[in-house]
């Protein structure tokens, strides 16, 4: 199947991969930024804090290699323009209703774990100039052979009974993300931030943070200017940079 890409988008597509990240590193450019590596299976993938990423057949498995020549700051915001096209490039399958986002990278279906996002980016100082973005999405039916988790995974395939094969998402996918990245350069991280709070799970209710060094509980209220998670707690407001969330 052919892939469409926006004008400017080049992509690749590799049958088996170790890791899509992996691959990434490699790119030499030589199709352009940005670029879209397309695995059909992975075998060592893994998602944030190095935690394993199971990637059975018919997932969608890829990393969007950028050159964005800006601040970290700035690149860390990507996890925000991704989960917006993530959303709405899902709500094309399962409807907008049955997709929630949760903080900081995770889209959540039914309540289930459907589709993570990991960033990766390198530079000099205060520049960086290349991010790379995996995204992971359950497009068939939820892997059954998952440890214990907080979010239980689901697939599309699950909700629709149909799997979309992942070079026809990655159609919509690279759209999406082409339209939600112009917002950004265009409008600022202000109208992604309104978008993605929009759609923000458990906003407004209480909500647990574990950052590794404490657990924080408090009420939800959303991003601020930076995409760090605001937590109302009995002791005053809370700015979180880093946490695992779960509720």
Not at 46 to 58: M, N
Not at 161 to 175: H, K, Q, R, W
Not at 182 to 188: N, T
Request: proline content about 5%; overall charge neutral; hydrophobic content about 45%.
């Amino acid at each position: 199947m052919q892939i469409k890409l926006p004008s400017g988008v080049s992509a690749s597509f590799h049958a088996r991969a170790g890791s899509t990240m992996d691959l990434a590193r490699s790119y030499d450019g030589a199709q352009g930024f940005p670029h879209w590596i397309l695995a059909g299976t992975q075998s060592k993938a893994r998602g944030r804090r190095g935690r394993s990423w199971l990637c059975p057949a018919g997932a969608f498995a890829a990393s969007l290699v950028m050159q964005p020549r800006c601040t970290p700051a700035e690149a860390a915001q990507r996890s925000f323009v991704a989960a917006c096209a993530l959303r709405r490039a899902l709500s094309s399958l399962v409807g907008a209703g049955a997709l929630a986002q949760k903080w900081p990278n995770d889209v959540l279906l039914n309540g289930g774990k459907v589709a993570g996002i990991l960033l990766e980016s390198s530079g000099s100082g205060q520049l960086v100039d290349r991010l790379t973005i995996g995204i992971g999405v359950n497009l068939g039916p939820a892997p059954q052979d998952v440890a214990q988790a907080s979010f239980p995974p689901i697939g599309v395939a699950d909700v629709t009974g149909e799997s979309l094969a992942p070079e026809a998402f990655l159609s919509i996918l690279a759209a999406e993300f082409a339209a939600v990245e112009a917002i950004l350069q265009q409008q600022g991280f202000a109208e992604i931030r309104a978008e993605w709070t929009a759609h923000a799970a458990r906003l407004g209710e209480e909500i647990t943070a574990r950052t590794g060094r404490e657990e924080i509980i408090g009420r939800f209220e959303g991003l601020d200017a930076q995409g760090n998670l605001l937590l109302l707690t009995a002791g005053g407001k809370r700015v979180i940079p880093a946490a695992d969330i779960y509720f």
